[in-house]
């Protein structure tokens, strides 16, 4: 999590479901005021709150309990060849089990359940590098003017019973899926939020890579924001106990589900960890067998006190505790030493760059992740959420809209090879990139053999297209967003159908997750937060 701001069933239409192709009219379709606060929290119901069609509940069921294949019938599919993405028109892609089992031009004849998907671009599922899953909802609208922190909304999500936690942890979830995302790499801000993701992704067949943040939170703020290092010193106890209770835990899920859960170890940061600590994770993490998942040269600052302390800065220090022998993905990079850094994380085969775009809320700076550098530098480079948008499409798009304009200002003064991103890369980093980062190969694409963790993407409709199947869909994904994203499954198992969660009663998820949020900004009301 950056830190910038931390001071001051279908829709059962016969037409499509017999697979005619047709274009079908689905509806894809300053601080704020104390009192006004009030008046928002002292509301009616959330349940008053919902769209009337949301309140309908749906139900999937998992791939394991078909009969038959599923074949889905997008106008558009993206495959990747050689590296280079490829767009089919009119191909049948068939499922069974969790996997692809075919891709065949035109319609496959038979009587078997099928998904007609007209105007729809076929992708495979979208990977987020770096995700705190929970965060989002108690924290988005409310530090994006810069002048309030997200600390104290996440002290108080810590003391959450586990129904709660879970009622948000499943908000933000399904929110993460309607915008496409099937994959997390997770860092939870606590362990408690970490068994709060898995519980909640086991019931929906979500793909996660999790790990609980050491040190949690509670812990957290005291030794990233210490003045005197004797803070930080006298944390390591408490730090390696921490990484011990993570590791307890992730080797108890370790492959649960069919293998969808595998965590990681997920230290912080190394502006928070000794060598003590950090020889701790990185052993943790060859027991488990995961890889490592952390934020890396966050800011400036976080960098400086690093080379102060240890004479290295961060992305070559941890090499000294064996963080490179295996897979690593590194969030932010802000705060890196572009000319020496880039060439060296060139050479690291394993490790993977998850740039941020929105980390810290919308329009919060995050524009200075070296995206460009990286993919110029030829560093396995991907896309993360982070915090407080779950629209990965918005996130892919911000990558590249933010690397243009950083490409247009810094190509001829960069110590550092840089590349304009293309709508190619833009994908990739959502995708193939991180794939190939978490080592599988049965990821990020669309392949015969690979899982089935697929997103469709509608390209047609009002805004994002010309009312059919357009000619170069990647350039169309620039004007689309979560809401287009019309079916999402992962291994086989469909989670949104027709734009809505269907592994889960929908308004209820919406309704517990409001009212959880409710609560926290009416505690933070009452303690003059909003002040």
Known sequence: MDDETMHGAGHGCAICQAGSGHVHPHDHGE??????????????????????RAAVARTARPAAQRRGPLILEPSLTLVWKEGKAEILRDHSIVIEGDSIARIVEGRVPGRDERIAMPGQL??????????????????????????????RPLVIMDGLDDADLDALTAYNLAELLRG??????????????????VRVARRWGVRGFPGGMVPGWTRLMPIWRRKDDKVLFDSVADTLAEIDANLAFALSVNGAEGGLIRPMMTPHGPETHTPETLRAVAQAALKLGNGIHTHLATGAADSERIRALWGKGPVQWI???????QRLFGAHMTGWDAAG??????????????????GAGAGSGQANQPFIEALGSGINSAIGIDTHSNDMVENMKLALLYGRARYDLLAKT??????????????????????????????GRIAVGAKADLTSIDLSGFLTGPGFA????????????????????????LQLRDGHLVVDDEAQVIARGAAVVQRIWRQLTEEGWFA
Not at 31 to 52: E, H
Request: proline share 9%.
């Open 341 to 358: 850094d880039a060439p060296f994380l060139a050479k690291k085969p394993l490790f993977t760059f998850a740039h941020c775009p929105s």
């Open 414 to 443: 960069s110590p550092v090879p840089v590349k304009r991103p293309t709508v190619t890369d833009m994908i990739a980093a959502a995708t193939i990139n991180p794939a190939n980062g978490l080592g599988r190969s049965d990821l």
């Open 470 to 493: 357009p000619p170069e869909p990647l350039n169309n994904l620039l004007y689309a967003n979560g809401l287009s994203v019309r079916n999402v499954m992962t291994g086989g198992r």
């Open 319 to 325: 090499e000294e505790f064996g963080f490179y022998e």
């Open 122 to 151: 076929l992708v495979p599922g979208l990977i987020s590098a770096h995700t705190h899953t929970a965060c989002g909802s108690p924290t988005r609208g409310l530090i994006e003017s810069g002048g309030r922190s997200y600390a």
């Open 31 to 52: 601080g704020p005021d104390r009192r006004l606060i009030l008046a928002a929290l002292a509301g009616g119901s959330a349940m008053a709150m919902l769209p009337a």
């Open 180 to 197: 496409g995302c099937t994959t997390q790499v997770e860092q939870s801000v606590s362990l408690k939020q970490a068994q709060s993701y």
